[in-house]
């Protein structure tokens, strides 16, 4: 799903697992999170981050990821570095996390957007 632009159909499925009673796992988000990111669509790909954190999953390292490439690849740089700042705030739902070279990467990403 996350290929090809099909983030709206990423979307729909996720209503429809939860309509059925099923709950999304961690991977599921991640992968919706990554059709919204690579589609543009990062204010949707945060907002899936944000009903994750409200239902109680744990975002781990490739959410984070995730989340600040597709900050990155729209000019929001400021968030993208804001989220990568957030593993050392303290109640931050990614406090704690270890950055990756992936983390590294994107973070220097967002920087050279910044100019």
Sequence with gaps: LSRGGQWKKALEL??????QGLKP???TMNTAISACSKAGQWEKALSLLESMIKHGLKPDIVTLNTAISGCTKKGQWKRALELFDSVEQL??????????????NSAISACSKAG
Excluded: A
Aim: no cysteine; hydrophobic share 40%; glycine share 8%.
């Design 14 to 19: 996720i209503d429809s697992m939860e309509d």
């Design 25 to 27: 796992d961690v991977i």
């Design 91 to 104: 109640g931050s739902p990614f406090y704690g996390l270890r950055p990756d070279l992936i983390t590294i």
